[in-house]
């Protein structure tokens, strides 16, 4: 008996011994211990600021704008008969489009021309008789009162019967129809049957705040900034995308909206396989001005904070700090520094979900191109 308690023991005293020596392994060096080998520093896109010379572009929404409009209406009063077109299809001008019934007007023509018939055989008829003295000079002039108002009344039965057939008064898409066959038209009125649109090419209509306006002209009669040629403008559409035709600024009003303090603008863009439809609200970018000497950072460096906008920085340590920002404009997607950054300082572009103010990082220079910086999976530790 007091030998098996002794050999209990014995195993019970190795077992503690093992667990005692794994633990000092984890402790000098383990997986677990102070010794583990540190993750590496995050890696971050960076750019070196550096000034030169940039285009300050001006970027604000808009809504687009047929070129061309037209209502297309019954001119003659009548029972629609048929409709000659499908809904949101292109039309030519002059085509038919609706038809309404010609029958009275038909009637009228006819009408109209048997009594100018009438009309000139009268004439006729009494200027042999003129010469004999058998119908006087009043009457002769009479009649031929009386035929040229016979011919006015068959113009108008003519043009009449001719509007039964409703014709497009430009060429361009036309919309729902807002009659149907049956419906009496005309009555009183000039019927709203449809609405065609001219949308090659097509407006972009906008506003610039009268004070940017004013800002902008005072800094260039100051010599701070040149002004730029606005031959050239870009649409940027609703999902972030920039149209691939440029457009062209048409005009700039030369007063001030007293109700919002705005001034109207126009550009026109070709549009000819109507991608962009009438409605759609756009975002109109061109350029205002030319700076030199400006520094200039990637739109995305740039972020909003309950202070004010700011950037992430690399230090002269090599590490991530955070820096107060003012920005003085666009130029094209990036942002022009007014205040906060110097010349030769590195801007955090791409990887600012992964650093932390004060932790080392590790900078790469930045590629527009490339796909962002992205953190690799930590290793998964093993299991002793």
């Known amino acids: 008996m007091k030998r098996e308690i002794f050999l209990l023991m014995f195993l019970l005293t190795a077992v503690l011994a093992g667990c005692?020596?794994?633990?000092?392994?984890?402790?000098?060096?383990?997986?677990?211990?102070p010794g583990a080998a540190a993750m590496p520093p995050p890696e971050v896109e960076v750019?070196?600021?550096?000034?030169?010379?940039?285009?300050?572009?001006?970027?604000l929404p808009g809504r687009l704008q047929a070129f061309r409009s037209a209502q297309v209406r019954a001119r003659v009063e009548g029972i629609v008969e048929k409709r000659l077109f499908a809904e949101g299809t292109d039309?030519?001008?002059g085509a038919t489009l609706f038809r309404i019934d010609p029958r009275n007007y038909q009637a009228a023509f006819d009408s109209a021309k048997a009594d100018l018939a009438v009309a000139r055989l009268t004439l006729e008829r009494y200027r042999p008789l003129l010469e004999i003295k058998a119908v006087s000079q009043q009457e002769v002039d009479l009649a031929d009162a009386k035929v040229k108002q016979a011919e006015a009344a068959v113009t108008r039965a003519r043009i009449d019967l001719e509007n039964t057939a409703v014709p497009a008064p430009i060429s361009g898409r036309?919309?729902?129809?807002?009659?149907?066959?049956?419906?009496?038209?005309?009555?009183?009125?000039?019927?709203?049957?449809?609405?065609?649109?001219?949308?090659?090419?097509?407006y972009a209509n906008f506003t610039q705040p009268g004070a940017d306006l004013?800002?902008?002209?005072?800094a260039v009669k100051a010599g701070r900034i040149k002004q730029a040629e606005r031959a050239k403008v870009e649409l940027i559409l609703e999902d972030g995308s920039i149209y691939p035709q440029p457009g062209k600024?048409?005009?700039?009003?030369?007063?001030?909206?007293?109700?919002?303090?705005?001034?109207?603008?126009?550009?026109?863009?070709?549009?000819?396989?109507h991608e962009l439809l009438p409605g759609t609200f756009v975002r109109v970018r061109f350029p205002e001005a030319i700076a030199d000497t400006v520094l200039r950072i990637p739109q995305r460096a740039v972020q909003a904070g309950p202070q004010g906008q700011f950037v992430m920085i690399v230090d002269a340590e090599g590490k991530a700090a955070p820096?107060?920002?003012?920005?003085?404009?666009?130029?094209?997607?990036?942002?022009?520094?007014?205040?906060?950054?110097?010349?030769?300082?590195?801007?955090?572009?791409?990887?600012?979900?992964?650093?932390?103010?004060?932790?080392?990082?590790?900078?790469?220079?930045?590629?527009?191109?490339?796909?962002p910086v992205t953190q690799p999976p930590a290793a998964s530790k093993k299991q002793g």
């Open 249 to 273: 600024l048409l005009f700039s009003d030369l007063a001030v909206d007293p109700a919002t303090g705005s001034v109207s603008l126009r550009a026109v863009f070709p549009n000819a396989r």
């Open 47 to 59: 750019v070196t600021v550096a000034p030169g010379s940039a285009t300050i572009t001006q970027e």
């Open 91 to 93: 039309v030519k001008e």
């Open 214 to 218: 004013l800002r902008l002209r005072q």
């Open 20 to 33: 005692g020596a794994e633990g000092d392994k984890k402790g000098a060096g383990g997986p677990g211990g």
């Open 174 to 202: 036309i919309g729902r129809t807002l009659v149907t066959e049956g419906a009496l038209v005309g009555r009183g009125e000039a019927t709203h049957l449809a609405t065609i649109e001219q949308i090659d090419p097509i």
């Open 323 to 371: 820096r107060p920002v003012k920005t003085g404009g666009m130029s094209g997607d990036d942002f022009i520094i007014a205040e906060g950054l110097k010349s030769g300082e590195q801007v955090i572009v791409n990887g600012l979900q992964k650093v932390r103010p004060g932790a080392p990082v590790k900078s790469v220079p930045f590629s527009p191109d490339a796909a």
